[in-house]
Every structure is written in structure tokens, then in C-alpha cells.
């Protein structure tokens, strides 16, 4: 049985990652750690919420006597870290947070584990801090390149890849040092339930049904490669099985796409869904589709993103090839999956879609 403490388990993927592990081992004891800042929401934790092992615990990764003290009174053997900020456009407005919460925050975390699992010897087992990385960290690739690999070069181009980074190299240091036992994974765009809407995908999808402009940033030829969220805690918990302590794995789906071809996709499927339901068409009676024109027509390009990185793209080899990963759900399943989930929690969108929310949406798209 183990104990994992899950810093950031009430945002997007930290909450798919709880509904995943609750699932799959249910005699596990998981302690979500989480500020919850605009991006966490205590909602998302719902489905686990009367688990037998489940516990919240509001607070901040920051506050490393907290931390301790979690590690100690919980035995924990496992720290599955989620917890950052995570849009670029706001580390573009305001890296602040970023440095807080990203790098000072990361180190906190680390400086708790190492003082109750290695100082104290506290863990009865073999301990690990996994950390949830990006792909941005690599930088930008320009269409012929191949995909990143573990030994690609770091080159963050955002203040939030710059803060992943640093992050990533103080989880490597502690390894090196201290012996701390860790893992990184560095993982491609994910997509699904309770992505926030200012993320692209969900972005996309609510302004679709609301008849609101679709924000498409320069040319709409940026590349990112996206990855189901479950099939993102699948890889992780494949690292913790059976990745190799101090190890870096790159996790993606191998599903390039252009933005532009993204938001095409799901006006599509947004226009064969009203096309044939009626009720849709009267849920939501200001998209365009209800009155049968084209969700395409809200596409609107806007001034691009400062320092835009062209293209991401995951080489997953090592994972395949060590871990034994490989993702479950086809991009055909997951984006459907995906359309299923906004139009049936419908709830959990107007929840946060709140004033703070609107105030961002409202400052970031100037259309071009
Ligand atoms: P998110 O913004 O949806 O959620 C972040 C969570 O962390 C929120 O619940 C928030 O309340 C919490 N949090 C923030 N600051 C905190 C603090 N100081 N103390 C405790 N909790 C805090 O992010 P996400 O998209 O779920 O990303 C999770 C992790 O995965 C991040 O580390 C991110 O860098 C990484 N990642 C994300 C993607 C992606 O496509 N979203 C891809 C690869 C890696
Ligand atoms: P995003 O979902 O913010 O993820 P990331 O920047 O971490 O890759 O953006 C995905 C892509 O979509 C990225 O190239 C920026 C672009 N984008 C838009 O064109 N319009 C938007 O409104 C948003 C939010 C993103």
C-alpha cells in the first residue's frame, strides 16, 4: 500500500491524476496538497471525495513546516508533484508567480522530503519525489526537426518553461547531493475533464456554445503534440513503477496538430453534435450552430504571443521502451470524450468561469 502526498491535485491534471490513482488502487492513501489559487478548485476533487483513503489539506507547497509535517504524521512514501503555475500567457503578464510558485515553491517541497526521508530517516520504504514537468523546457522546434528527446538541450523560451526548468534542475540537484530518490517526467500538452477554460482546447469549446470569437494567436501554424490527460497520469504512475531513480522520461502521444486544424476539428464536431440535438440547440441558443451556420465563422486571428514557441513535439522511445507506455486513448476518442465532458458539466464550467475569470479573457484577446 502506498501513501502519496499530490501537491496541486485540485487543478487539471493533478485531479485526473487522484481520479485515476483512487481508481486503480484504491487501497492507496492520497493526500492532495493545494493552495487552491484560480486555477484549483475543490470541485474537481468530487468524485473521490467519500474514498476511503482520500484527504484534503488546503495549503501552500511553500509552507515547508506544513509539508513536513504531512510527510510525517502520513507516513508518506510517495510525492507526486503537480502544484505551479501553468499558463504562459500569464507568466507573460506577470512571471512573479511563477518564480514563487514554480522554483521557490519546487524547492520547498524538496527541502521538507529531504529533512523527514533522509535527515529524519523517516520513510519505512523506498521513497520517491516524482516531479510533473513540461516539454516546453526544451524550447521551440522548427517543422523538420525531430522530436525531443531526454538528452535535448534545455532552452526555455516563457518565463513559465524558464520556471519548469529551474524547477526540474533543483529536483536533479537534490538527487545528486543529497541522494533524495527522484524522477521527472516532461510531458507533451494534455487535454480532457476540468481543463480550465483558458487553456486553448476548453477555451475553444465554452466560446463555441457561447457564440464567442475563437482567439487563434498569429497564423494558427503553431504545433503542439496532445496527450489525453488520463493517459498522462498512466505514464506517471508507469514512472513510479518502474522508472529509474535520477531519470528524466519524456511522456507525449505522439499527435502533432496545428492550432488552426485544432479549433477547425472541434467546430466541426461541435456542428454535427447541434445538427442533431435539439436540446443543445436550445441549451445554448447564442452559438451559431444552433441556428445552423458554422462555428468556423467566430474564428478570429489576434496579435500573436510575445516569443511564441513554433512547435512541441515528444519523442517518447525511452518511455515506450522502458516503462513499456504507450497512450490508451486516441486523439479521436479523447477530443469526443473531451466535448462529452463540457456538455454534460455544464455546472462545474459556470462555477469557474467567475468575474476574476472574465476580467483575464477580457485584457488578453484584442483581436489583431
Ligand atoms: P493547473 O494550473 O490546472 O493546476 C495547478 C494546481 O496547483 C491548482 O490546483 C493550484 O491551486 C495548485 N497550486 C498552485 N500554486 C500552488 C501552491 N503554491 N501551493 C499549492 N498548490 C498550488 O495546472 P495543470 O495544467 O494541471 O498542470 C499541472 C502540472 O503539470 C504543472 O506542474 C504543469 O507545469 C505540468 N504540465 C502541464 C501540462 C498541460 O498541458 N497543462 C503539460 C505538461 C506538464
Ligand atoms: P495553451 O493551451 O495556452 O497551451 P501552451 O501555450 O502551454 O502550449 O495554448 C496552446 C496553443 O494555442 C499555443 O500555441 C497558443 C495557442 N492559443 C491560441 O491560439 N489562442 C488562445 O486563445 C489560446 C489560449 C492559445
Not at 504562459?88 to 526521508?117: M, Y
Not at 526544451?138 to 518553461?161: I, K, R, W
Request: glycine fraction near 8%.
Amino acid at each position: 500500500m502506498k501513501k502519496l502526498l499530490i501537491t496541486g491535485g485540485a487543478g487539471f491534471i493533478g485531479a485526473n491524476f487522484v481520479h485515476y490513482w483512487a481508481n486503480e488502487y484504491p487501497e492507496d492513501r492520497l493526500v492532495v496538497l493545494d493552495a487552491l489559487t484560480y486555477a484549483g478548485n475543490r470541485n474537481n476533487l468530487a468524485p473521490v471525495e467519500q474514498h476511503e483513503g482520500f484527504r484534503f489539506v488546503s495549503g501552500d507547497i511553500l509552507d515547508t513546516a506544513l509539508v513536513e509535517t504531512l510527510l510525517r504524521e502520513e507516513s508518506i512514501d510517495t510525492i507526486v508533484h503537480f502544484a505551479a503555475e501553468s499558463h504562459v500567457d500569464r507568466s507573460i503578464s506577470g512571471p512573479d508567480a511563477f518564480i514563487e510558485t514554480n522554483i521557490i515553491g519546487t524547492h520547498s517541497l524538496l527541502k521538507a522530503a529531504r529533512q523527514v526521508w533522509i535527515t529524519e530517516g523517516r520513510c519505512p520504504v523506498q521513497h520517491r519525489f516524482h516531479h510533473v514537468s513540461t516539454d516546453e523546457v526544451f524550447g521551440s522546434l522548427t517543422p523538420e526537426d525531430p522530436a525531443f528527446t531526454e538528452q535535448t538541450a534545455y532552452a526555455p523560451n516563457s518565463p513559465y518553461s524558464a520556471s519548469k526548468a529551474a524547477s526540474d534542475f533543483f529536483v536533479r540537484a537534490y538527487h545528486h547531493t543529497y541522494g533524495l530518490n527522484v524522477t521527472t517526467s516532461n510531458c507533451s500538452n494534455n487535454y480532457g475533464p476540468y481543463h480550465f477554460p483558458e487553456k486553448l482546447i476548453p477555451l475553444v469549446i465554452l466560446n463555441i456554445l457561447h457564440g464567442q470569437s475563437l482567439p487563434i494567436y498569429g497564423d494558427g501554424k503553431n504545433i503542439r503534440d496532445w496527450l489525453y490527460v488520463s493517459d498522462h497520469a498512466y505514464g506517471i504512475d508507469l514512472t513510479l513503477k518502474k522508472g529509474r531513480v535520477g531519470e528524466t522520461y519524456n511522456i507525449g502521444g505522439c499527435n502533432e496538430w496545428t492550432n488552426i486544424d485544432i479549433v477547425q476539428l472541434i467546430c466541426q464536431l461541435m456542428d454535427t453534435r447541434f445538427a442533431h440535438d435539439d436540446i443543445l440547440r436550445r441549451r445554448f441558443p447564442k452559438s451559431p450552430a444552433a441556428g445552423g451556420v458554422a462555428s468556423n465563422s467566430l474564428i478570429s486571428y489576434v496579435a500573436d504571443r510575445a516569443g511564441h514557441d513554433f512547435r512541441y513535439a515528444i519523442d517518447t522511445a525511452t518511455a515506450n521502451e522502458e516503462l513499456g507506455y504507450q497512450p490508451k486513448v486516441s486523439f479521436e476518442q479523447g477530443i469526443n470524450l473531451t466535448l462529452d465532458w463540457y456538455l454534460s458539466n455544464e455546472q462545474w464550467w459556470r462555477s469557474v468561469m467567475d468575474g476574476t475569470y472574465q476580467q483575464w479573457i477580457e485584457q488578453q484577446y484584442k483581436v489583431a
